[in-house]
């Protein structure tokens, strides 16, 4: 009868243990809405033009963006947290240039003058750490302008002609997807 008790105690015991390592290994998926740069998507073009953008929103807070938060000449992730992405089904255009369907990661690296609109081919990554220009699929340059008003909070907007703009502090920048 021991023996049976003992090989009882040892199954619940063992049971216990890896019922419990399970349920600690198992993550719930974070929350993004609560970050201070809430996630937001953006969808534009449509049929064979159709698009996703999906990018985190930070604020300004009183902050000099461009230039400051965000320095001049070198590459940024174009929002917060996750590098955005860019994802068409079909081949496009963007600003002219050709830019296979996939999924990118949509960088910019912003001066006073111009914006370069990258979109890279590693999409899954955090921010612009580990960008790596070689894996570049399109680099588009833009002239930023004026705000009417100051941006508070980045936005990427796009109409049903395809324009995607993005705005944040009192400078925008804009390019066009076409078929």
Known sequence: MRTRTSHFLLWLLALVFFAGNAQAQTKMPE??????????????????????????????????VFGGLVPYGKVWRTGANEATTFEVKQAVKINGQALPA??????????????????????????????DQAQ?????????????????????TSDKAGTVTMAWENAQASFKVTK
């Open 136 to 156: 570049d699929a399109l680099r588009v340059t833009v002239k930023p302008t004026k705000t009417s008003t100051p941006v508070e909070q980045f936005t990427i």
């Open 31 to 64: 929350d993004k809405s609560k970050r201070p740069s809430p996630p937001a998507t953006v969808t534009g073009g449509t049929g064979a033009t159709a698009f996703t953008i999906e990018y985190s929103r930070p604020s300004a807070k009183g902050r000099t």
């Open 102 to 131: 996939g999924k990118y990661a949509l960088f910019t690296i912003p001066t006073e003058q111009e914006w370069t609109i990258v979109f890279n081919k590693t999409a899954a990554q955090w921010g612009s750490f580990k960008y």
